[in-house]
């Protein structure tokens, strides 16, 4: 490689770090004018630099030193400041960068690890436990296990009271040809039945295994998807015989929440439809039903709307010679996708055959860049001279409320998102809006004063209230984060998702908002997992442990029969996709950390019990493996029972059934 940029912490300032950048030509040749460009997430105070000018837009950093030749086999070294948290990953740094010269060609740059100096480094490991009798995860509210196992054998049969029922059993079946290669035929035994009970709740099922077979009851589909997602967990392969056990077992089991959801930010990185599904499919297993999908944001917009092609042609891409820019990864070409109608209603489809809801997330009025670019002549105010800039370093995000553009963009917009999501909720967003919007924008202040208000910040109200009435119109309740301050500038049939803090979570119950916990300390799967500098993931929050995230415990401060617990419907983790570019970064940011929130989500806190959930989650492992899940795990080789003591208490478990 002809060139690379190394990246160290000079200073540790009071606020922020000092960084030197060392620019290194290793060729044999010569550029007298050239442009280094490189991803870094955080923000570069302007002027900092020791010398040259650096313009940033996001994470995309153009570095130019005009009269400073990059001469053969020398380099070129810059400092520059950061106001911001220090670094504290070797993740942290360059990651990608390319560099232009004068004669128009692009070179890659290869980026070595950021030198963080002095700083806190240590690992979190588990403790030793011993594996479980069972691996059920979610831990169900009552279970009694019996002291032998029925067989399934591929002549098995499952055998449904009604064709209602018969969607969830055709997933059963496909799961088990998928994890254990057994292809039930439609001959045999009845030995797996669904059985109705309308005395049960929507939710809750129960699930018999004895010498007569395999008893699923439910009160509806979503019983039944619940109740094999327990069987499933139960099941163990004897792969000489062909044969699945099941432990003789009595489950009776309900949910927690009645909202238990996961976010994936589709916005950042693209995921294909097949990436989509295969989640969708994992979250089922752990009694997740609902997939709330974070479409647009400043870095793309991925959904096909008839009405405007532009927001896919155009904001669906980012690339060096396009309207977005490169940002957060793949700089050196052009990144990007989009999910058609027709792909989405497939997802949808998928979805609520595993009882899952999918609420779709367009994100207004800021993290609106992607919809700028693509619609200029409807959303650019060329008169608005505001000085701003957003948490994610844009200064050009934001929808103006004195366009007329930005109402037929927004009407338009969601009478299609309502047409094709059956979900009766719509994200909005509304977080973010950076302090200086609007100031100079001479609609925006004509518009301030038809309607007597006195401060700028007054129309993300006016904005918001606009969308929240439009979706009422299409049948549709409105979510937003509480961070885009909604307490009191739309109405309580607005479902508030808290993730600044749990207080601001009851704050908004208590003022009579149904809330959706998130809190980022403790659901934000995209944090690192440990505090080891090597660690995937960032540390804008903390990192969350997989013991942290277990130990999550939602309202622990009110008192148990506190009437805001009423208004809190539910939680969900986010997996926010920055750095997460791959199907197994996925996978290691996800699990196993997953399975202990979906675990709160559902299982009261009497039965919460960390060291027993870890002793499940040891015998869990091998779901994960069957499913080819590329989790983080718990026990590197050298902790835990390994080899011969861990295959006898396996084997000793089993013989317990």
Same mark, same amino acid.
């Given at each position: 490689?002809?060139?690379?940029?190394?990246?160290?912490?000079?200073?540790r300032?009071?606020?922020?770090?000092?960084?030197?950048?060392?620019?290194?030509?290793?060729?044999?040749?010569?550029h007298?004018?050239?442009q280094?460009?490189?991803?870094?997430?955080?923000?570069i105070?302007?002027?900092?630099?020791s010398?040259?000018?650096?313009?940033?837009?996001?994470?995309?950093?153009?570095?130019?030193?005009?009269?400073?030749?990059?001469?053969?086999?020398?380099h070129?070294?810059?400092?520059?400041?950061?106001?911001?948290?220090?670094?504290?990953?070797?993740?942290d740094?360059?990651?990608?960068?390319?560099?232009n010269?004068?004669?128009l060609?692009?070179?890659?740059?290869?980026?070595s690890?950021?030198?963080?100096?002095?700083?806190?480094?240590?690992?979190?490991?588990?403790?030793?436990?011993?594996?479980?009798?069972?691996?059920?995860?979610?831990?169900?509210?009552?279970?009694?296990?019996?002291?032998?196992?029925?067989?399934?054998?591929?002549?098995?049969q499952?055998?449904?009271?009604?064709?209602a029922m018969?969607?969830?059993?055709?997933w059963?079946?496909?799961?088990?040809?998928?994890? *254990?290669?057994?292809?039930?035929?439609?001959? /045999?035994?009845?030995?797996?039945r669904?059985?109705?009970s309308?005395?049960?709740?929507?939710?809750?099922?129960?699930?018999?295994?004895?010498?007569?077979?395999?008893?699923?009851?439910?009160?509806?589909?979503?019983?039944?998807?619940? /109740?094999?997602?327990?069987?499933?967990?139960?099941?163990? *392969?004897?792969?000489?015989?062909?044969?699945?056990?099941?432990?003789?077992?009595?489950?009776?089991?309900?949910?927690?929440?009645?909202?238990?959801?996961?976010?994936?930010?589709s916005?950042?990185?693209?995921?294909?439809?097949?990436?989509?599904?295969?989640?969708?499919?994992?979250?089922?297993?752990?009694?997740?039903?609902?997939?709330?999908?974070?479409?647009?944001?400043?870095?793309?917009?991925?959904?096909?709307?008839?009405? *405007?092609?532009?927001?896919?042609?155009?904001?669906?891409?980012?690339?060096?010679?396009?309207?977005?820019?490169?940002?957060?990864?793949?700089?050196?070409?052009?990144?990007?996708?989009?999910?058609?109608?027709?792909?989405?209603?497939?997802?949808?489809?998928?979805?609520?055959?595993?009882?899952?809801?999918?609420?779709?997330?367009?994100?207004?009025?800021g993290?609106?860049?992607?919809a700028?670019?693509?619609?200029?002549?409807?959303?650019?105010?060329?008169?608005?001279?505001?000085?701003?800039?957003?948490?994610?370093?844009?200064?050009?995000?934001?929808?103006?409320? /004195?366009?007329?553009?930005?109402?037929?963009?927004?009407?338009?917009?969601?009478?299609?998102?309502?047409?094709?999501?059956p979900?009766?909720f719509?994200?909005?967003?509304?977080?973010?809006?950076?302090?200086g919007v609007?100031?100079d924008?001479?609609?925006c202040?004509?518009?301030?004063?038809?309607?007597?208000?006195?401060?700028?910040?007054?129309?993300?109200?006016?904005?918001?209230?606009?969308?929240?009435?439009?979706?009422?119109s299409?049948?549709?309740?409105?979510?937003?984060?509480?961070?885009?301050?909604?307490?009191?500038?739309?109405?309580?049939?607005?479902?508030v998702?808290?993730?600044?803090?749990?207080?601001?979570?009851?704050?908004?119950?208590?003022?009579?908002?149904?809330?959706?916990?998130q809190? /980022?300390?403790?659901?934000?799967?995209?944090?690192?997992?440990?505090?080891?500098?090597?660690?995937?993931?960032?540390?804008?929050?903390?990192?969350?442990?997989?013991?942290?995230?277990y130990?999550?415990?939602?309202?622990?401060?009110?008192?148990p029969?506190?009437?805001?617990?009423?208004?809190?419907?539910?939680?969900?983790?986010?997996?926010?996709t920055?750095?997460?570019?791959?199907?197994?970064?996925?996978?290691?940011m996800?699990?196993?950390?997953?399975?202990?929130?979906?675990?709160?989500?559902?299982?009261?806190?009497?039965?919460?019990?960390?060291?027993?959930?870890?002793?499940?989650?040891?015998?869990?492992?091998?779901?994960?493996?069957?499913?080819?899940?590329?989790?983080?795990?718990?026990?590197?080789?050298?902790?835990?029972?390994?080899?011969?003591?861990?295959?006898?208490?396996?084997?000793?478990?089993?013989?317990?059934f």
């Amino acid at each position: 490689m002809d060139f690379r940029v190394d990246l160290a912490i000079v200073e540790r300032l009071p606020k922020g770090c000092r960084f030197g950048l060392t620019l290194h030509n290793l060729s044999e040749k010569s550029h007298t004018n050239w442009q280094l460009h490189f991803v870094f997430e955080r923000f570069i105070t302007p002027d900092s630099l020791s010398q040259g000018n650096l313009t940033q837009v996001g994470t995309f950093c153009s570095l130019n030193i005009e009269g400073t030749p990059l001469y053969a086999n020398n380099h070129v070294y810059v400092e520059f400041c950061i106001a911001t948290a220090p670094l504290k990953s070797l993740n942290d740094g360059i990651r990608e960068a390319y560099l232009n010269t004068d004669s128009l060609t692009q070179y890659p740059v290869t980026t070595s690890p950021i030198v963080l100096g002095s700083g806190e480094d240590k690992s979190n490991p588990i403790g030793d436990v011993f594996e479980g009798r069972h691996g059920l995860i979610p831990e169900p509210q009552s279970i009694e296990l019996g002291d032998s196992v029925y067989e399934l054998t591929r002549y098995s049969q499952i055998c449904v009271e009604d064709q209602a029922m018969q969607s969830v059993a055709n997933w059963l079946k496909d799961e088990i040809d998928r994890l *254990f290669s057994i292809t039930t035929k439609s001959i /045999g035994q009845q030995d797996i039945r669904f059985r109705h009970s309308p005395v049960l709740d929507n939710e809750a099922y129960k699930l018999r295994v004895d010498h007569t077979g395999i008893e699923i009851e439910s009160n509806g589909n979503a019983g039944f998807v619940y /109740g094999c997602a327990t069987l499933m967990q139960l099941m163990d *392969f004897d792969k000489d015989r062909h044969t699945l056990y099941v432990p003789h077992v009595q489950i009776h089991d309900a949910p927690r929440f009645r909202y238990r959801g996961v976010m994936l930010d589709s916005a950042r990185s693209f995921q294909p439809i097949s990436e989509i599904k295969r989640l969708l499919n994992l979250l089922a297993h752990y009694k997740i039903n609902t997939f709330h999908w974070h479409l647009t944001d400043d870095e793309a917009w991925r959904l096909e709307i008839h009405a *405007f092609p532009e927001l896919t042609e155009v904001g669906a891409w980012r690339g060096a010679e396009r309207a977005l820019e490169p940002q957060l990864h793949s700089i050196q070409r052009d990144y990007g996708g989009y999910y058609t109608q027709q792909e989405v209603a497939e997802i949808i489809e998928y979805a609520a055959a595993r009882n899952i809801q999918v609420i779709p997330e367009i994100d207004v009025p800021g993290h609106s860049r992607a919809a700028i670019k693509s619609l200029p002549h409807l959303l650019v105010d060329k008169e608005d001279s505001s000085s701003y800039r957003s948490a994610q370093n844009y200064c050009d995000n934001v929808l103006s409320p /004195g366009l007329p553009g930005t109402y037929q963009f927004l009407d338009t917009v969601f009478e299609e998102v309502a047409a094709l999501f059956p979900s009766p909720f719509i994200h909005i967003g509304a977080d973010q809006v950076p302090v200086g919007v609007w100031s100079d924008s001479p609609s925006c202040h004509t518009l301030m004063a038809e309607h007597g208000y006195h401060n700028p910040k007054d129309l993300q109200g006016h904005l918001l209230r606009h969308v929240e009435d439009k979706l009422k119109s299409l049948g549709k309740r409105m979510l937003g984060w509480e961070e885009g301050n909604l307490v009191n500038k739309v109405s309580k049939d607005t479902i508030v998702y808290s993730w600044l803090s749990e207080e601001a979570a009851i704050n908004s119950a208590k003022l009579g908002y149904d809330v959706i916990l998130q809190p /980022g300390q403790s659901t934000y799967l995209d944090m690192a997992q440990d505090n080891n500098t090597t660690e995937l993931g960032v540390h804008s929050a903390n990192a969350i442990t997989l013991e942290k995230a277990y130990h999550y415990e939602p309202l622990a401060q009110l008192h148990p029969d506190d009437p805001v617990k009423k208004r809190i419907l539910g939680m969900q983790a986010a997996v926010w996709t920055e750095r997460i570019t791959s199907p197994d970064t996925l996978d290691y940011m996800m699990f196993p950390r997953l399975t202990a929130l979906a675990e709160t989500a559902w299982s009261t806190s009497n039965h919460k019990d960390y060291r027993a959930f870890l002793s499940r989650l040891k015998r869990h492992l091998s779901l994960l493996d069957r499913q080819h899940v590329k989790y983080k795990h718990p026990w590197p080789t050298g902790q835990g029972i390994q080899g011969a003591q861990y295959q006898t208490q396996r084997q000793q478990q089993n013989n317990r059934f």
